[in-house]
């Protein structure tokens, strides 16, 4: 399984982004797939996460309003879009996919078996 992030760069505050995850070497529509992120010197975090028929969508509280996470099972992509971004929204942005059976897709980053190599992304103020 590959997963590449893209979309990543220098954005700034108040802008939108909008992240990209094509995945390769599994049957993509059978995985659930998430996003996190990781802020200079913190843990990382669940920002969101679609469930593998794309029927169900959870988002980190702190974020819900301002995040969109969508798939495209017939692209092998995964979609994130923010809006109204923060500096302290400035992280490494991960994709990651998800074998768990349950219909929801986890939030947790212990159940993601594989991962993309990040993408950054930089806002500034």
């Known amino acids: 399984v590959q997963l590449q992030a893209s979309g990543g760069g220098l954005m700034q505050a108040g802008g939108s982004l909008r992240l990209s995850c094509a995945a390769s070497?599994?049957?993509?529509?059978?995985?659930?797939m998430g996003w996190f992120r990781q802020a200079p010197g913190k843990e990382r975090e669940f920002v969101a996460a679609?469930?593998?028929?794309?029927?169900?969508?959870d988002y980190a509280d702190s974020l819900k309003g301002r995040v969109t996470i969508s798939r495209d099972n017939a692209r092998n992509t995964v979609t994130l879009q923010m809006t109204n971004l923060k500096p302290e929204d400035t992280a490494v942005y991960y994709c990651?996919?998800?074998?768990?059976?349950?219909?929801?897709?986890?939030?947790?980053?212990?159940?993601?078996?594989?991962w993309g190599q990040g993408t950054l992304v930089t806002v500034s103020s």
């Open positions: 990651a996919q998800s074998f768990t059976v349950n219909s929801r897709a986890p939030i947790s980053a212990n159940d993601y078996a594989y």
């Open positions: 070497g599994a049957t993509f529509s059978r995985y659930h």
């Open positions: 679609i469930s593998r028929s794309a029927g169900i969508t």
